[in-house]
């Protein structure tokens, strides 16, 4: 894959994935590129891996702090996570082996919102970024690099970096050229001015990416696939999900607080994301856009069909089969996705001026409307954040979505008080389950309650909830949100204690 490769100088650095880890030493900070499984070196970690256990048996400790886009795959946060390697881990992670250290109190982990990541490096937050180990699809006779399936933070990582890394990945299609759009007007407080965005399809960057190539201290060349997970079709608790989001929409647009090709959409990673998505394409609305981090198959499919004009995010995060599709028509794809920096597609400005309809998963949701989206029984980390928060906080309209019971039934997502907050009662706006939707907008605490009980609670649960609210109305020594503190969470200690809630 010379091709892919044509800066002479860059060329003349191209040497093993082992060799490249050679350079990195204990103790530094790491930024890698990926996002949701795409664009993550693939090559380079898992050697780095092999070093650490090789350090670590002659008695050494050698960790890394690793620093990404948002969660990556198994060669990288698995296999450093698996050998112990990750002292400091930021900003959003799904791998099991990294979650069970995590959990375990074996690794540091910071979860951000994703917005705030770049800007955090660029404030010196977060100390010293020493290396950046970035994957890319090309690299330009000028130096300039040719993004891959994901752009995270890999701007910020090339420019705050000492040391760069670069993985050229000849299994990335070539013909991702032209569809990025890196925004190299950011600058920092009191010098900021307005990012001049003001449609999702807008470009108001370059499709490259700058890097310094005197910094350039490796290049490996990998042909590797992404992590593409397979999405499983809808099941009935989604398409309820979805059905009583469209119908919502139909409502908004009724009565005119929507225009009929609605607003650009936000949704999360994950079943009934994409549930939602198919429902829309089978739906009434049409010209529509998506102003949001990751497109995954619903999102494609609606591209194909039309209905969805066009769809910015920062990366993609797609099964086998719609990524076979994708890079089959990726000509044609390519004028209608925008991929950006996660600190322009989750960027508070743009997501308040455009009005965004986010719509995110979560763990447990209170009756005031309190969600929690990252910990079970308020100590596990699940995943992270992510976006929802830059998203929830700034949206036109905030929707979270749920099952209204989870592990078979044993529990309600739907409780008394959240264990953990991620997202306060004013930063959402609508509630759903498979049972129905609450609308909270203009609701006090009290009247919220009332509708999360009665139109998203389980109808197992329902009882309980109400008999809660019922006697907090009565014990609670204030009336506006009331609460008995003393048996708030016996609800979770029982669950705890394998009782049922
Ligand atoms: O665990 O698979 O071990 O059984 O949580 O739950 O129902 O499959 O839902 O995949 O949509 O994930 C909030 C985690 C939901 C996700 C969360 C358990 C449940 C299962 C997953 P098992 P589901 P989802 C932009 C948006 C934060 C980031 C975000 C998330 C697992 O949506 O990470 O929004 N969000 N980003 O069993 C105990 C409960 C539970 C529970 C669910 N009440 N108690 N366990 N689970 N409810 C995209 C990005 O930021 C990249």
């Given at each position: 894959?010379?091709?892919?490769?044509?800066?002479?100088?860059?060329?003349?650095?191209?040497?093993?994935?082992?060799?490249?880890?050679?350079?990195?030493?204990?103790?530094?900070?790491?930024?890698?590129?990926?996002?949701?499984?795409?664009?993550?070196?693939?090559?380079?970690?898992?050697?780095?891996?092999?070093?650490?256990?090789?350090?670590?048996?002659?008695?050494?400790?050698?960790?890394?702090?690793?620093?990404?886009?948002?969660?990556?795959?198994?060669?990288?946060?698995?296999?450093?996570a698996q050998v112990d390697g990750i002292e400091m881990r930021l900003p959003y992670q799904s791998d099991p082996h990294c979650r069970e250290r995590i959990n375990a109190g074996e690794m540091e982990y910071i979860d951000i919102h994703l917005s705030h990541v770049a800007q955090f490096v660029w404030f010196g937050f977060l100390g010293k970024l020493d290396v950046a180990v970035v994957e890319v699809a090309g690299i330009?006779?000028?130096?300039?690099?040719?993004?891959?399936?994901?752009?995270?933070?890999?701007?910020?990582?090339?420019?705050?970096?000492?040391?760069?890394?670069?993985?050229?990945?000849?299994?990335?299609?070539?013909?991702?050229?032209?569809?990025?759009?890196?925004?190299?007007?950011?600058?920092?407080?009191?010098?900021?001015?307005?990012i001049p965005l003001l449609r999702p399809s807008d470009r108001i960057g370059e499709p490259y990416l700058r890097c310094d190539p005197d910094k350039v201290v490796a290049v490996v060349e990998t042909h590797a696939p992404d992590r593409n997970s397979a999405f499983t079709a809808p099941d009935a608790t989604s398409r309820r999900i979805a059905g009583h989001i469209l119908e919502f929409l139909q409502h908004e647009v009724k009565k005119g607080r929507l225009p009929p090709d609605l607003l650009p959409l936000q949704s999360g990673v994950g079943n009934i994301a994409n549930a939602v998505m198919a429902g829309l394409n089978e739906g009434p609305f049409d010209n529509l856009t998506a102003y949001t981090e990751v497109l995954q198959d619903g999102m494609l499919d609606m591209l194909r069909s039309g209905k969805l004009a066009c769809a910015s995010a920062t990366a993609f995060s797609l099964s086998n089969g719609a990524l076979a599709e994708l890079n089959a028509d990726l000509e044609r794809y390519r004028e209608r996705i925008i991929l950006r920096p996660q600190e322009i597609s989750n960027h508070p400005e743009v997501i308040r001026r455009l009005g965004v309809i986010a719509m995110n998963g979560l763990i447990e949701a209170d009756i005031y409307g309190n969600v929690n989206s990252t910990h079970v029984m308020g100590s596990k980390i699940m995943n992270g954040i992510g976006g929802s928060g830059d998203f929830a906080r700034n949206a036109y309209l905030s929707i979270f979505m749920t099952p209204s019971q989870a592990k078979g039934g044993a529990l309600s997502c739907i409780v008394p008080m959240v264990t953990h907050v991620d997202h306060t009662e004013h930063d959402v706006q609508v509630l759903v389950t498979e049972q129905g939707l609450a609308d909270?907008?203009?609701?006090?605490?009290?009247?919220?309650?009332?509708?999360?009980?009665?139109?998203?609670?389980?109808?197992?649960?329902?009882?309980?909830?109400?008999?809660?609210?019922?006697?907090?109305?009565?014990?609670?020594?204030?009336?506006?949100t009331p609460h008995l503190l003393g048996e708030v969470f016996d609800w979770h200690l029982r669950a705890l204690r394998g009782e049922g809630m």
């Open positions: 894959s010379e091709s892919r490769i044509q800066c002479a100088a860059l060329r003349s650095k191209i040497m093993s994935a082992d060799e490249a880890a050679a350079l990195i030493t204990s103790g530094v900070n790491v930024g890698m590129s990926g996002f949701t499984g795409s664009g993550y070196p693939k090559a380079v970690p898992s050697a780095l891996a092999r070093r650490i256990v090789a350090a670590n048996t002659a008695g050494g400790k050698f960790r890394i702090g690793v620093w990404t886009g948002a969660s990556t795959a198994p060669e990288l946060d698995g296999a450093l330009l006779e000028d130096g300039r690099l040719v993004p891959s399936s994901s752009v995270g933070n890999n701007k910020t990582w090339l420019e705050q970096a000492d040391k760069v890394i670069l993985e050229v990945n000849s299994w990335q299609s070539s013909q991702l050229e032209g569809m990025h759009d890196i925004y190299y007007g950011t600058q920092l407080p009191p010098h900021r001015q307005p909270l907008r203009g609701l006090s605490p009290r009247q919220r309650a009332r509708v999360v009980i009665e139109n998203c609670a389980h109808p197992d649960f329902r009882p309980a909830l109400r008999d809660y609210f019922r006697r907090a109305m009565e014990g609670a020594p204030g009336k506006h």
